[in-house]
């Protein structure tokens, strides 16, 4: 295994690489998933699929992936030049749009290697694995990625699906289209895989290399991509983190609620209890106060009938009512000169002011069952400014004026 590697990368990192080509003619993916672990970089699985909606089953949800392109739509080149970027493309590519198109150049001690594709294809092909939930970190060209294997190649010769690659002094000396159709099986530091994934074997390796040994323009679009994912990656954690800090929030704050909420009830129990004690005391209190208005009927019938109605009227009076007036046996209507004066027999007129509609209706009660009541009418009952209702009422007292 490749110990010597454990320290460019944290412990338990993983890297998914891909590649994008063609094989007779056909659309067609390779993929690799390198992983380290416990000091050393082991192979954790190759798969072979067809298209991006495929990847879901194989590629872990929400991974990074670095995607090589080596289908028709690369042009790779190789000229004996190794100047500046602008410099190679003029001799490799004359009159090249950097507009429209991305490059790769990987640098020898005396040539360079350069790839190039369009950039529309280029975001065309990111659209589609964004489509495919496949979060892609970084895109490549051609095989140039397979100067990660230098080291470990040396004076021999690797295939991958698309290119033949030789190496001399730990460096690339030639890329060259393979033309083998039978798939060869390697073993490099101990780590098998066959020629179709050898390219996504020096993708990953690159990865955790991180060598930065070939320049081009599409090294603004990976830090692009990048970028996103991270920010993505970061919301994600965020996100999670804020859901269940509001879960343990509610939790909590339902465990405060249930508690004050079986103390509301106990109160409410005990409020009950105490009503209808209250009830129980005002029933018993009518109880008395009719007893007491008997005994005290017996007691005044030496006086006269309206100290004796009014008597008992305010007795049942409540403290939230005022008597303004209490005239028994009003005029009929008003006295004038030369005329008789008319009064309403067995009649008692009652005005003041209320602040209890309830008590006031309880007082009414209570005065339509004296003995001596026939009837009670309300007169008028109105709310003034002030919250006070004034009332007026009548009684009709029993022709014969019992008290019993």
């Known amino acids: 295994m490749l110990e010597s590697l454990m320290s460019y990368r944290p412990f338990g990192k993983t890297v998914f690489a891909l590649e994008h080509t063609k094989q007779e003619g056909e659309s067609v ?4 998933e390198l992983v380290q672990k416990k000091g050393e970089l082991d192979i954790d699985q190759t798969f072979t699929v067809n298209h991006p909606d495929e990847l879901g089953e194989v590629v872990k949800s929400g991974k990074s992936v ?8 690369i042009l790779s080149k190789e000229v004996a030049n190794t100047a500046t970027d602008a410099e190679i493309l003029a001799e490799a590519f004359p009159n090249l749009n950097l507009n429209d198109f991305y490059y790769q150049i990987l640098r020898t001690a005396d040539k360079s290697f350069i790839s190039v594709c369009r950039t529309q294809y280029i975001a065309t092909l990111i659209q589609e694995y964004q489509k495919a939930t496949i979060k892609i970190t970084g895109i490549h060209l ?3 990625k397979m100067a990660a294997l230098s080291v470990y190649a040396e004076g021999s010769t690797l295939h991958s699906n698309t290119t033949e690659v030789r190496f001399a002094n730990n460096e690339v000396t030639s890329i060259t289209k393979n033309n083998k159709t039978s798939v060869e099986q390697y073993t490099v530091e101990g780590l098998n895989f066959s020629s179709t994934h050898t390219l996504p074997l020096a993708i990953a390796l ?7 040994a070939i320049s081009g323009n599409i090294a603004s679009k990976n830090q692009e991509l990048k970028k996103h994912y991270k920010e ?3 919301f994600k954690n965020v996100l999670q983190i804020g859901v269940g800090f509001l879960l343990i929030t509610l939790l909590i704050n339902f465990f405060a609620f249930n508690s004050k909420y079986k103390n509301w009830q106990g109160l409410q129990e005990e409020l009950q209890v105490y009503t209808t004690q209250q009830e129980q005391i005002k029933s018993k209190q009518t109880d008395v106060n009719t007893k007491e208005a008997l005994v005290q009927s017996i007691l005044t019938t030496g006086f006269s009938k309206s100290s004796y109605y009014i008597d008992q009227v305010i007795q049942a009076l409540p403290s939230t009512a005022v008597l303004s007036s209490f005239t028994y046996q009003p005029l009929e209507k008003p006295i004038r000169k030369n005329k008789t004066i008319d009064l309403r027999a067995d009649v008692v007129s009652i005005t003041g002011k209320s602040i209890d509609k309830e008590e006031f209706t309880t007082w009414l009660r209570r005065v339509e069952g ?7 009418t309300i007169v008028q009952y109105g709310l003034d400014k002030k919250n006070t209702s004034d009332f007026e009422v009548m009684l009709t007292i029993k022709s014969n004026g019992t008290t019993n």
């Open 232 to 234: 993505s990656l970061f």
């Open 370 to 376: 004296l003995s001596f009541v026939e009837t009670v």
């Open 206 to 212: 690159d990865e955790f290399l991180s060598t930065d």
């Open 142 to 144: 051609g095989g140039l």
């Open 66 to 73: 670095c995607l090589v392109i080596t289908d028709d739509q």
């Open 29 to 32: 993916i390779f993929g690799l």
